[in-house]
């Protein structure tokens, strides 16, 4: 499940959930369809709106669509941005689930760090995002024992020493948000694939080109989803 909270869309946040429902597949493609899960409409962004939420959807995937109680080791995959509310309230309601981090948003966070706070030139910016992200960087390393070993030879390259404050930021969060949130999920799935948050992203699309990109009142929304 992929979570992701829209923007602009009315007067009100939308935090949706989409999914793929992987009992169907294309006849050619053998792609499960996206669909749209549970939806919050909410005012506020703190915890507990969001714990809120979370707990119920918690209660209603219990059952399925006839009323059967499901199997409680069912393994539940949750991606989402860096929210500290959301990702606080989801490892309280799922604190068994494989959480991972979108890593198209933790790119973006890292190249607005570098270019907006530290001021690297783009020579700089082009490596240390390949270390990072690129196939052979941090992101894409297939056991902790190897991104350790990654780590190591970024913290000792001549971009990551230039940059101390950038050191400070990625010992401080980022080492901790690629490892447990990117590279360890990616170990258990048996996976490498940097997972994001494009499927959320699309719907949101989906939603406000539903809405043409207005803001409604409450009633109108409604109506329209």
Same mark, same amino acid.
């Given at each position: 499940?992929?979570?992701?909270?829209?923007?602009? *869309?009315?007067?009100?946040?939308?935090?949706?959930?989409?999914?793929?429902?992987?009992?169907?597949?294309?006849?050619?493609?053998?792609?499960?369809? *996206?669909?749209?899960?549970? $939806?919050?409409?909410?005012?506020?962004?703190?915890?507990?709106?969001?714990?809120?939420?979370?707990?119920?959807?918690?209660?209603?995937?219990?059952?399925?669509?006839?009323?059967?109680?499901?199997?409680?080791?069912?393994? @539940?995959?949750?991606?989402?941005?860096?929210?500290?509310?959301?990702?606080? $309230?989801?490892?309280?309601?799922?604190?068994?689930?494989?959480?991972?981090?979108?890593?198209? %948003?933790?790119?973006?966070?890292?190249?607005?760090?570098?270019?907006?706070?530290?001021?690297?030139?783009?020579?700089? =910016?082009?490596?240390?995002?390949? $270390?990072?992200?690129?196939?052979?960087? =941090?992101?894409?390393?297939?056991?902790?024992?190897?991104?350790?070993?990654?780590?190591?030879?970024?913290?000792?390259?001549?971009?990551?020493?230039?940059?101390?404050?950038?050191?400070?930021?990625?010992?401080?969060?980022?080492?901790? %948000?690629?490892?447990?949130?990117?590279?360890?999920?990616?170990? @258990?799935?048996?996976?490498?694939?940097?997972?994001?948050?494009?499927?959320?992203?699309?719907?949101?699309?989906?939603?406000?080109?539903?809405?043409?990109?207005?803001? =409604?009142?409450?009633?109108? *929304?409604?109506?329209?989803?």
């Amino acid at each position: 499940m992929a979570v992701d909270k829209t923007f602009n *869309l009315p007067s009100h946040y939308v935090t949706i959930i989409t999914y793929k429902n992987v009992k169907v597949q294309h006849r050619e493609t053998h792609e499960s369809p *996206l669909m749209i899960g549970p $939806a919050l409409l909410h005012h506020d962004s703190n915890f507990q709106t969001y714990h809120s939420f979370f707990s119920h959807v918690k209660s209603i995937t219990k059952y399925d669509i006839t009323g059967t109680f499901l199997q409680p080791n069912i393994e @539940i995959q949750l991606g989402s941005d860096d929210e500290k509310a959301l990702v606080a $309230a989801m490892d309280s309601v799922f604190p068994n689930s494989i959480r991972f981090l979108c890593t198209r %948003h933790l790119k973006e966070n890292v190249v607005r760090f570098l270019t907006k706070k530290v001021g690297v030139p783009q020579v700089d =910016l082009k490596v240390m995002k390949s $270390a990072i992200f690129g196939k052979d960087g =941090l992101a894409h390393a297939d056991s902790s024992f190897v991104y350790e070993e990654r780590v190591e030879a970024f913290k000792r390259c001549i971009e990551m020493q230039k940059y101390p404050l950038f050191q400070k930021y990625f010992d401080e969060r980022l080492n901790d %948000h690629i490892l447990n949130y990117v590279v360890r999920p990616n170990v @258990i799935r048996g996976s490498i694939d940097l997972e994001t948050n494009n499927n959320s992203e699309y719907m949101k699309n989906v939603l406000k080109q539903m809405t043409n990109w207005k803001t =409604l009142t409450l009633p109108n *929304l409604i109506n329209t989803m």
